[in-house]
């Protein structure tokens, strides 16, 4: 049969990376990436920025695609309009099933600042454009095109793949994975779970490395308060809060807590120093030594946070006129801590850095996301994944990784689900257009990556001979 021009761009743009990252066999991309491509354009579309999220329409969507399909699916309403939708491909329970999660609510954004329409799918210079083209509709669309791909084929599976895309992920997981763990565990019950997280990383025009999360630091808020007397400008007052906060601040925002291998970063880091720059490489070799932790401060920031519990001030309020000095002051501070982290013990060491009876440090209420163990390095789908990065790209390494950021594996972690994070292939410069204005996604690249889930499902979930 003639391809179609999507399928003939669809193989163009296969063959194509598959030289820039250095493969040995190129092999076509099938069918199922270019629908990824036209899945991910029609999801863009729909504005499901959160708040409100509006994640129900983009549901809706999905299950259209899923009903031409034959393949049946629910959607499942935490709240009017916040919806999530599971649909399945039975296997014959050998084995417990596989999980294919993203989610489909994105973070606003500053429209004035973005070069394209965010929520219009615009494909340009290769690239496709739009609000959640990477985080996290990219995922989604290839998850389903994977999805649909193998239902076609009728591979015989061994476990249950599930398809979800869910709500809330953006800050409000009460909406999404929270609201199924609680209400429709049954549903994506599952032994091994593939999300958002990692990275298949770009550069020079090559993959250089596959890292796959398997773990993720913890966010926890503080507020730090300082109490003192009201009055009036002229008069200096040595209780003065916006004096107190502004000196707590400093001391907590410039403290280098203590450095903690887990057995993650252990391999992350010993991987990396494989592939890094001469200087980093060189501070990788020495990463006790007190200087090697000054300069990764001052330049490797990622890989400075991997390495401890960061504690970062974004918000400090306090006074309300220039003549008054005010009652109090406060300081907000994005705790983002290693896995095992023990919060009391962190915080009392934090009162005792600052040593300031004016002084108050507590903890904030909010959606706090579970600390659990990694998941593990010798599972198979974690072997599936490695071998499958191997095959596609010979000349990169795969590695674990510890996310700075968060994701909703880790409530699934806590559920004792073997979580792993992977996602398109980026650059640095797309990478942080993430969250940002003229966010993007390779057309190239998701084609790739849909295979790559594809292959890596097969491989993990197929019948054995």
Not at 292 to 319: F, H, N
Request: charged share 25%; hydrophobic share 35%.
């Amino acid at each position: 049969m003639k391809p179609t021009n999507a399928k003939l761009f669809s193989l163009i743009g296969a063959i194509a990376l598959c030289s820039t990252a250095s493969c040995t066999q190129s092999q076509p991309a099938t069918s199922a990436g270019s629908e990824a491509v036209d899945f991910l354009i029609q999801l863009v579309r729909v504005n499901t920025s959160n708040p409100p999220g509006n994640e129900t329409q983009a549901a809706q969507y999905i299950k259209s695609v899923l009903d031409k399909e034959g393949i049946s699916s629910e959607i499942f309403e935490s709240a009017p309009g916040r919806g999530n939708i599971v649909a399945r491909l039975k296997g014959s329970g050998k084995a417990r099933p596989l999980m294919l999660m993203a989610h489909l609510d994105v973070v606003g954004v500053e429209r004035e600042k973005w070069t394209v329409d965010p929520f219009a799918g615009v494909i340009k210079d290769g690239y496709l454009y739009g609000r959640g083209a990477s985080d996290d509709k990219g995922m989604v669309a290839a998850n389903l095109a994977a999805f649909l791909q193998l239902h076609r084929e009728k591979v015989p599976l061994d476990r249950d793949i599930i398809f979800l895309a869910e709500a809330g992920e953006e800050g409000t997981p009460k909406y999404g994975i929270e609201y199924m763990i609680e209400n429709h565990w049954d549903k994506i019950d599952c032994e091994y779970v593939l999300n958002e997280g990692g990275s298949i990383h770009i550069k020079d025009g090559a993959v250089n490395y596959v890292s796959i999360a398997t773990t993720e630091k913890v966010p926890r808020g503080i507020i730090v308060t300082a109490r003192g007397t009201s009055g009036h400008g002229s008069i200096p007052r040595p209780d003065n809060p916006v004096v107190h906060i502004s000196e707590a601040v400093a001391k907590l925002g410039n403290w280098q807590t203590p450095m903690r291998l887990n057995g993650t970063t252990r391999v992350y880091f010993q991987k990396l120093a494989q592939i890094a720059d001469p200087e980093l490489k060189s501070l990788l070799q020495n990463l006790n030594a007190p200087e090697t932790q000054t300069a990764l401060q001052q330049k490797y920031w990622m890989e400075y946070s991997k390495l401890r519990t960061s504690i970062v001030p974004t918000i400090i309020k306090g006074g309300f006129r220039t003549n008054v000095i005010p009652g109090d002051a406060e300081a907000t501070l994005d705790i983002r801590a290693l896995p095992d982290e023990n919060i009391p013990a962190l915080m009392e060491q934090m009162k005792k850095l600052v040593n300031d009876p004016a002084i108050d440090i507590k903890r904030t209420s909010g959606n706090d996301r579970p600390a659990s163990p990694p998941s593990r390095l010798d599972t198979d789908l974690y072997r599936a994944m490695e071998a499958t990065a191997k095959k596609m790209f010979p000349n990169a390494i795969t590695m674990p990784d510890m996310l700075t950021g968060a994701t909703d594996s880790a409530q699934l972690r806590a559920k004792g689900v073997q979580a792993y994070g992977i996602s398109t292939p980026k650059t640095d410069d797309d990478a942080h257009r993430v969250h940002g204005n003229d966010e993007r996604t390779s057309v190239d690249g998701l084609n790739t990556f849909t295979r790559y889930l594809h292959d890596v499902v097969i491989a993990v979930a197929g019948q054995k001979q």
